[in-house]
């Protein structure tokens, strides 16, 4: 088991590695901060040496690279070349903030997806499997930003009706807890909704399969109620894929997340990303992905010890 | 900085630019649709009551800063908006574009002596209002204005531009109170040097100014003083308790907070919900379109000191030369670009310069109208002849124009698709590219490599060395690489005119000359809006400066905001 374990974190940490250096060669190849800065007629030469030594602009990019990992490694994430803060600090008082967004938006949508896909299923082709399914599939072709911009009209709308601003349209609030629970409730809404969505339809897919299997027939046969038959011996065997979508939409989250802090005003990492992409700020964007990678990773490295302990047969098989 | 700021709020919208204009537009179309049973009329002035003291005003703006420090050049620049409220310069310029001294008593001048030749250089002396101080009490003094230059030519720091400041030879203080600058040459332009943010001596004397004002300014001179700054949320200024113009009921409010929000879209919804007060950025759309977005909202457009114009280009075939370069003024339908795709309130501008400059502004570009018998006049006599293709030939080659310019305009594409439609009507085929700001400004320019740019210009001074002189200033210099050595001439003349008589009368004379020649083929003066809640009292915008410019004369019609008391 020990060695199974760190199989999986060392396959992890290539990937990681992996996503660096290709994120960091495309920044490399991109337009060149160097070049640009000798272009700029407001630069003095020893303006242009001075930055050029100080974030190493003139090494070749492994070296640069080389040089990025030595300082990861002592804990140095370099500094952001806009806003000449360390990016460890810029980066740490923006992680909470997302990780808050999408944990709650991944829970929520796990504990509203479940149920509903097993309703759906248990009562396929009724009236109800069809009105979800059409409300589902609608949701999967609504882009994230039209969602967000809908609900942030629902908050309008709401505001004008009743001359109270029930729920904030941005912003991550901060006067104590029932404040940020009302900035945040749209966000996650938002993330949770298009999660649902999919979530459910797959867990419809999955169930229907396992309720056609043999075994379910013979526990039917024995007498067994269809809800124990339902929750004891169908949905233990959805949990294996089900485990790996949730594991993989981690990405789709994070990605998801840039969207919805800018839209919503949202001082998360996904807004960092997209400023420091903008800015050129080659240092703060190449360790935010990296941070992405590294939750990526880690999530599917959990989704791989939980097969293993939902499944044994798994750890038998790798 | 402004140039710089701009073409960042750019590069910040290259990544979503398309989820954010159909984000906006579907925004605006829905609250348009949603406001319409609670519609009021809007009012283009707040007028009237007695400021009262009191409240907080909300600012959103699109862009962070990346610190706090306007002088020193990372990648970004601060928001010369959120700076603003904490800084009082020795003059400022004001919406009448005539300067208004400010911690000056006076305004220095040719007329009242103040301004001096001595010998190939000149002297401008500045009376400091004895009252002036610093927000920790220490008095503001001559030693700041000499510091403040002695900073900003300091090779130690990375400065954005040190035009202006590397023409004085030195500051003199005869007394703590009057501040002496010697000026190498005869320099027109001395009172942009005047309106600069000062830098306290006291308390930046010794320090890293590189690392200065990063993350906070302790010391600053303005009504406002920082507060916090909640990174990605808020920059939050208080009151300056200490304000040396206190004794006038400045400042009124209690605090001003710029709220950073990237998207246009949620800048619009939080202004209709009254969190936030007020918006200001340049007016793209039609007034009326967008004044249905803000039905409950004073809502006023100002002109800026900006010019939206085509630029031709001088170094190489076919537009070096003159003919076809008029050829093409007299196919271009300008009025139609205008009518069509910006509407109201947006004008033709038949001049360089703007109105707001006065007696400098002339319009010898109104001789251009579209005009198909002139255009093929001068393209036959250039060699051109109609095909059968409808295109102008020349040793059978279409006569072909590349045309350049930025993607992150509203309505860039628009104009290009109807002035090459415009083109092709005239038999001229144009190509069209839209940039980058980085490719735009870091390629395009620098290697000429275009027929055609439609871009900005700033027009704060008239004399426009950065953009007609043969030897043009450091920056986003003469573009178009037009060189006429009178031209040049005129233009050193005219800085080193102390006389504004004189000045008029070159920068006049100049205006002839490049219409005839046509450098440039200007379009339209960019407008700003100001949308702002219909309490807010005393805000007038400022085609010199930004919104903030004067935001110690705002007020809440009863001192407070009017989201805190229903009003919004």
Redesign the interface.
């Known amino acids: 088991m020990g060695g199974w374990i760190l199989g999986r974190i060392g396959n992890g940490a290539s990937a990681i590695v992996v996503a660096s250096v290709l994120v960091f060669v495309l920044l490399w190849v991109g337009?060149n901060p160097l070049e640009?800065l000798k272009?700029n007629?407001?630069?003095?030469p020893?303006?242009i040496e001075?930055?050029t030594e100080q974030y190493g602009l003139d090494q070749p990019w492994h070296q640069q690279y080389a040089s990025w990992v030595r300082g990861l490694a002592r804990g140095d994430w370099g500094d952001s070349?806009?806003?000449?803060?360390p990016a460890k600090e810029?980066i740490m008082?923006?992680l909470p903030l997302t990780l808050l967004v999408t944990g709650l938006a991944q829970l929520l949508s796990l504990a509203i997806a479940t149920p509903l896909g097993i309703m759906l299923a248990v009562r396929r082709n009724s009236g109800f499997d069809h009105s979800v399914a059409v409300a589902t599939f609608a949701l999967m072709a609504t882009?994230g930003?039209?969602l967000a911009?809908l609900l942030?009209?629902g908050?309008?709308?709401a505001?004008?009706a009743t001359?109270h601003?029930v729920l904030?349209?941005?912003?991550?609030g901060?006067e104590g807890f029932l404040d940020a629970v009302r900035h945040l409730a749209l966000p996650v809404v938002s993330l949770t909704v298009m999660q649902i969505a999919g979530w459910s339809r797959f867990l419809r897919s999955e169930m229907l399969t396992v309720l056609a299997s043999e075994y379910v027939r013979v526990a039917r046969a024995k007498g067994l109620s269809s809800r124990t038959i339902q929750l004891r011996h169908a949905l233990p065997n959805t949990a294996l894929p089900v485990i790996t979508i949730v594991a993989m939409d981690v990405a789709t989250l994070f990605g998801g997340a840039v969207?919805t802090e800018?839209?919503?005003?949202?001082?998360?990492m996904g807004?960092?990303l997209?400023?420091s992409?903008?800015?050129?700020?080659v240092l703060v964007a190449l360790d935010i992905v990296v941070i992405g990678a590294l939750l990526l990773v880690v999530a599917n490295t959990v989704a791989e010890l939980l097969y293993g302990v939902v499944d044994p047969r798994t750890r038998s098989h790798s | 900085v402004a140039n710089r700021g701009n073409a960042?709020k750019g590069?910040?919208?290259?990544?979503?630019r398309t989820?954010c204009a159909?984000?906006y537009a579907?925004?605006c179309a829905?609250?348009a649709a949603?406001?319409g049973?609670?519609q009021a009329p809007a009012t283009d002035t707040a007028e009237g009551a007695a400021p009262v003291r009191g409240g907080e005003v909300r600012v959103g703006i699109v862009q962070?800063p990346?610190?706090m420090n306007p002088y020193i050049?990372?990648?970004?620049v601060v928001d010369a908006t959120v700076f603003d409220p904490m800084s009082d310069a020795l003059v400022e310029w004001g919406p009448d574009s005539q300067p208004i001294p400010v911690i000056a008593t006076k305004v220095p001048t040719l007329a009242n002596g103040l301004v001096r030749r001595r010998g190939k250089g000149m002297d401008v002396t500045v009376p400091i209002n004895p009252k002036a101080a610093w927000n920790d009490g220490h008095p503001l003094t001559c030693a700041d204005v000499r510091f403040t230059w002695q900073t900003i030519m300091d090779?130690r720091w990375?400065v954005?531009?040190r035009a202006g400041w590397d023409v004085i030879t030195g500051v003199d203080c005869p007394d703590p109170h009057t501040a002496v600058l010697h000026f190498r040459t005869v320099y027109s332009d001395y009172l942009n040097v005047l309106v600069a943010i000062l830098v306290p001596e006291h308390d930046q004397r010794g320090k890293d100014f590189n690392?200065s004002w990063?993350?906070d300014v302790p010391v600053s001179n303005g009504p406002f003083e920082f507060d916090r700054w909640?990174?990605?949320?808020y920059i939050r200024l208080r009151r300056n308790e200490k304000y040396w113009r206190s004794d006038q009921g400045l400042p009124r409010l209690e605090g001003v907070e710029f709220?950073?929000?990237?998207?246009p879209?949620?800048l619009n919804?939080?202004l209709?919900?009254?969190?936030i007060d007020m918006i200001s950025r340049p007016l793209n759309a039609t007034v009326d379109r967008e004044r249905a977005t803000f039905p409950r909202s004073t809502y006023v457009v100002t002109p800026t000191m900006i010019v939206q114009l085509f630029t031709f280009n001088h170094s190489h075939a076919p537009m070096n030369d003159p003919r076809i370069r008029q050829a093409v003024a007299y196919s271009i339908d300008r009025e139609q670009l205008i009518d069509v795709i910006l509407g109201k309130p947006f004008r033709l501008l038949h001049s360089t310069l703007v109105p707001q400059l006065g007696d400098y502004f002339v319009a010898p570009f109104d001789r251009y109208r579209p005009d198909p018998d002139k255009a093929d006049g001068l393209l036959r006599e250039a060699g051109y002849q109609r095909a059968a293709s409808g295109y102008y030939e020349r040793r059978g080659e279409p006569l072909t124009l590349q045309y350049k310019g930025l993607a992150d305009k509203g309505t860039s594409l628009q104009i290009a698709q109807l002035l090459q439609h415009q083109m092709k009507q005239a038999g001229i085929r144009m190509q069209i590219t839209l940039e980058t700001p980085?490719v735009f400004f870091?390629q395009t320019l620098?290697s000429s490599a275009y027929d055609i740019i439609f871009w900005d210009q700033g027009v704060r001074n008239p004399v426009q060395r950065s953009f007609f002189h043969c030897e043009p200033s450091?920056?986003r210099g003469n573009a178009g690489r037009y060189c006429n050595k009178r031209v040049s001439a005129m233009i050193d003349q005219a800085e080193n005119a102390l006389d504004p008589r004189v000045r008029i009368r070159l920068v006049r004379e100049m205006q002839q000359i490049i219409a005839d020649e046509l450098p440039v083929l200007p379009l339209y003066q960019r407008l700003l809006t100001a949308i702002y809640a219909p309490g807010l009292r005393n805000v007038s915008p400022n085609p010199n400066s930004t919104v903030t410019w004067d935001v110690a004369n705002w007020s809440w019609v009863d001192g407070t905001r009017d989201a805190e008391r229903?009003a919004g």
């Open positions: 337009p640009q272009r007629p407001e630069f003095s020893a303006d001075r930055i070349m806009v806003t000449k803060r810029m008082e923006r882009p930003f039209l911009l942030q009209f908050a309008l709308k505001y004008h001359g601003l904030p349209t941005a912003g991550p901060g969207g800018v839209i919503f005003g949202l001082p998360g807004s960092l997209l400023t992409v903008n800015q050129r700020d | 960042l590069i910040t919208a290259t990544v979503g989820a159909l984000a579907v925004a829905l609250l949603g406001c049973s609670v962070e990346a610190t050049l990372a990648s970004g090779e990375v954005l531009s690392s990063v993350e909640e990174h990605g949320t709220r950073f929000l990237q998207d879209n949620t919804l939080q209709s919900t009254g969190e980085q870091g620098r450091p920056g229903g």
